[in-house]
């Protein structure tokens, strides 16, 4: 017995009216995978909506990152970043209450239980830069603390994705 596998359908062995069958098909299996990406796009950005504290304060991060890149001689602009960003993002916490809404596959909840304890998270991380800024432990001796700014943005993004999670798995 031959075990060789069958000839793929579109080859030129196939017979000319299997041919044309599936060549009919392929045209609306790429008009049903583009509606699909443009669903998936659509739910996405909607999603993304609801993510933007997540989102100022990863920029924040980031910011205070370049931040201290630049400004490496002056050590009040990093904490004012940081602050800033903070603030904006406790506004934007603030603007999603009443939401009920689960977003990236169920994954993080939008609700006021995770609102609740993401303004608690936000305004703790406010609470702590407004006392680092007073210490004179860490702002003694011209220290470079913008990686310790980096650490705290980075630590409350971390319990704020915390605080929205639905599954822990």
Request: charged share 15%; no cysteine.
């Amino acid at each position: 017995p031959d075990r060789r596998p069958a000839a793929p359908a579109d080859s030129a062995a196939a017979p000319p009216a299997r041919r044309r069958a599936t060549a009919a098909i392929r045209p609306a299996a790429r008009v049903s995978q583009e509606i699909l990406v443009n669903l998936m796009a659509d739910l996405i950005l909607k999603d993304l909506a609801l993510f933007t504290p997540e989102i100022a304060l990863t920029a924040t991060l980031l910011a205070a990152i370049i931040g201290d890149l630049i400004f490496r001689r002056t050590s009040a602009v990093v904490p004012g970043i940081v602050l800033a960003g903070f603030v904006v993002t406790g506004v934007l916490i603030l603007g999603q209450s009443g939401t009920d809404a689960s977003i990236f596959s169920s994954m993080i909840a939008v609700d006021a239980f995770a609102v609740f304890f993401k303004l608690v998270v936000i305004l703790t991380a406010i609470l702590i830069v407004v006392f680092s800024l007073g210490s004179t432990e860490l702002n003694a001796g011209g220290r470079k603390v913008g990686e310790y700014y980096a650490l705290l943005s980075a630590a409350t993004l971390g319990m704020m994705l915390m605080a929205g999670a639905s599954n822990f798995l």
